[in-house]
Nanobody, 119 residues
Framework: QVQLVESGGGLVQPGGSLRLSCAAS????????MNWYRQAPGKERELVAG????????IYADSVKGRFTISRDNAKNTVYLQMNGLKPEDTAVYYC????????????WGQGTQVTVSS
């Protein structure tokens, strides 16, 4: 059974930091690209950061470049999102995503973790 379990969300003041974790199970973690998405109220879900399965390349939304860092530990089947310099506009539910193509596309999602940036 595939599971993606996010943790680390919460309430933080502007300028603060949080580290999100996503523990994966039920699939071969190293064969999947791992991504973080977020969805704010009334807005569409957007890609925040991604980490490829091959080559270790990363991508970031322009709005988080220089502030957020995605990393993965294949030995622990875990992907992280270090968020620094948080802003109120970063407030959203953050979702972990695993994606791969083996003939067909496999796309798994976590349940989400709330991040609220407010003073």
């Amino acid at each position: 059974q595939v599971q993606l379990v996010e943790s680390g969300g919460g309430l933080v003041q502007p300028g603060g930091s949080l580290r999100l974790s996503c523990a994966a199970s039920g699939f071969t973690f190293s064969r999947y690209a791992m991504n973080w998405y977020r969805q704010a109220p009334g807005k569409e879900r957007e890609l925040v950061a991604g980490f490829s399965r091959i080559g270790g390349s990363t991508i970031y939304a322009d709005s988080v470049k220089g502030r957020f860092t995605i990393s993965r530990d294949n030995a622990k089947n875990t992907v992280y999102l270090q968020m620094n310099g948080l802003k109120p506009e970063d407030t959203a539910v953050y979702y972990c995503n695993a994606r791969a193509k083996f003939g067909q596309t496999f796309d798994y999602w976590g349940q989400g973790t709330q991040v609220t940036v407010s003073s």
